[in-house]
């Protein structure tokens, strides 16, 4: 049975999962100069329908010949989106994310309280504290 968690919590939980470092991740979106990779799980929020994923900005280095980090993305989807589909990102933790996508319908205080779920790819163990 699927653990479910409240929003306010789920990232401090998540920074301490081992296995999620194990999931692979999938590219988001590429350019020539740049690339998103997004975790390949993902935080899912019934309520809403949406699943949040974390996600790196990449920068194409010449010298190095590849893309390097820059910076941390959270990514919104819409429920049933695929890798390469997504509704909204932006460089912040779930809750300032969520919270601003939503224009500031919804108070903090309620999405902390949200429920939501980890999710693994297809095939990958469940995700466990």
């Given at each position: ?46 309520e809403l329908g949406l699943n949040l994923h974390e996600g ?38 779930f809750l300032i994310t969520l919270a601003n996508y939503l ?27």
């Open positions: 049975m699927e653990k479910a968690y409240r929003l306010g919590e789920v990232e401090e939980i998540l920074s301490e999962m081992e296995q999620l470092a194990e999931v692979p991740d999938d590219i988001m979106e590429s350019g020539e100069d740049y690339q998103i990779v997004i975790s390949g799980w993902h935080v899912h929020i019934p790196i900005f990449c920068n194409y280095d010449g010298e190095e010949g590849g893309y390097l980090p820059d910076f941390a993305v959270t990514v919104v989807k819409e429920e049933g989106q695929t890798e390469e589909e997504w509704i909204y990102y932006e460089q912040d933790g224009h500031g319908k919804t108070d903090l205080g309620n999405l902390e309280q949200l429920f939501c779920f980890i999710r693994m790819p297809d095939g990958s163990q469940q995700a466990e504290e």
